[in-house]
C-alpha cells in the first residue's frame, strides 16, 4: 500500500492518543497480558508509523501489564526446504556456514512487520533467545515470558506461547486473520496427532564465540488455521472480541480458550 493509500483511507489521522482509546474501547485493560500479532498497513495513515502504535500499546497496557510480540527470524531457517522462493541447492551448505549468529538484540525479525520490529528496539523490551522463534517483551512479567525459551520444539511447552497461556493472556490480532496468529501452533503441538519431526542447524553465540547448535521441532502448517479460528469464533462468546482500531478490524482473543479450542479441533479435524 502506498502512502497515498493510506491517506485517502482515513477521515484523520490515527495518532498515539487515538489508537490508546480505541484499544482501551476493544478491551485492552491496564495489568493484562496481551500478545500482539498486527499488521501497520491495515491501520491506513498513522502520525508516527509504527512507533505511535507502540507507544498506544505500551499505554493501554500499562507497566503493570505485559506486551508480547513475536520476533522470529526466518533467515535462520533450514535454507533446503526454502520456498519462497527457493535457493539453488549448492547455495545451502554456503548459507549455513557463512550465516552470522543469531544475537537477540540486534538481529532484526523477518516477515513480521514493521509494529513488531519497532517493539524489539526499546531499551526496556526483552527478547528470548530462539534463534528463529524469538519473542519480544515488555512489562510486568516480561523476564518470565522470554527468559526460558527452550532450542527444541520451539513454539511448545518451553516457548513464551506456553507462559502467555499460564498467565492468562490475550491475543491482539490487530488487522490481521487468524493465519497470523502464532498461538494455534502451540495447540499444535499439544494435540494428540501422529506429527514428522524436523530438524535444522543454526549459529548461536555461546561465551561470546559462534557456535553451531542442531534443534528438533514438529513439521508446523498453518493451512487451516483460519478455518479453526473461524470455528473458535462461532462458539467463543465473550472469548472473542471484535472491534475497529483506526480503520482495522481487531480480535481481542483469550489466549487458553482459543487454545485448548484448538487442541480439540486439530485432534478431530486434522
Known amino acids: 500500500m502506498s502512502e497515498a493509500d493510506a491517506v485517502d483511507r482515513v477521515a484523520e489521522p490515527a495518532t498515539v492518543s487515538t489508537l490508546t482509546e480505541e484499544f482501551r474501547a476493544l478491551g485492552v485493560e491496564a495489568g493484562e497480558v496481551v500478545l500482539v500479532h498486527s499488521s501497520l498497513s491495515s491501520l491506513g495513515w498513522v502520525a508516527g508509523d509504527a512507533q505511535a502504535v507502540v507507544e498506544a500499546l505500551r499505554n493501554a497496557v500499562t507497566p503493570s ?7 522470529h527470524t526466518t533467515q535462520y531457517s533450514d535454507p533446503a526446504v526454502w520456498s519462497n522462493p527457493p535457493v539453488p541447492d549448492d547455495w545451502v551448505d554456503t548459507i549455513r556456514s557463512s550465516r552470522p549468529p543469531f544475537r537477540p538484540a540486534a538481529t532484526p525479525s523477518r516477515g513480521m ?17 530462539h534463534p528463529v522463534y524469538s519473542f519480544a517483551a515488555w512489562g510486568a512479567d516480561a523476564e518470565a515470558v522470554v527468559s526460558e525459551h527452550g532450542l527444541d520444539y520451539g513454539l511448545g511447552e518451553d516457548s513464551p506461547l506456553a507462559t502467555v497461556a499460564e ?32 530438524r535444522n542447524t543454526v549459529p548461536v553465540l555461546e561465551d561470546g564465540d559462534r557456535v553451531q547448535r542442531e534443534y528438533v521441532d514438529i513439521d508446523q502448517s498453518t493451512d487451516d488455521f483460519p478455518e479453526v479460528g473461524a470455528a473458535f469464533e462461532q462458539q467463543a462468546g465473550s472469548a472473542v472480541t471484535t472491534g475497529t482500531v483506526s480503520v482495522a478490524t481487531a480480535r481481542l482473543v483469550s489466549q487458553p480458550e482459543l487454545v485448548d479450542f484448538a487442541v480439540d479441533w486439530f485432534e478431530a479435524n486434522r
Open 113 to 129: 512487520g514493521a509494529i513488531p520490529e519497532c517493539f524489539r528496539t526499546y531499551d526496556d523490551v526483552v527478547r528470548s533467545s
Open 167 to 198: 498467565l492468562g493472556g490475550t491475543v491482539l490480532l490487530l488487522g490481521v486473520g487468524h493465519d497470523s496468529n502464532t498461538s494455534l501452533h502451540l495447540a499444535e503441538y499439544r494435540a494428540a496427532l501422529d506429527q514428522e519431526t524436523t
Open 65 to 71: 501489564g505485559t506486551l508480547v510480540m513475536p520476533t
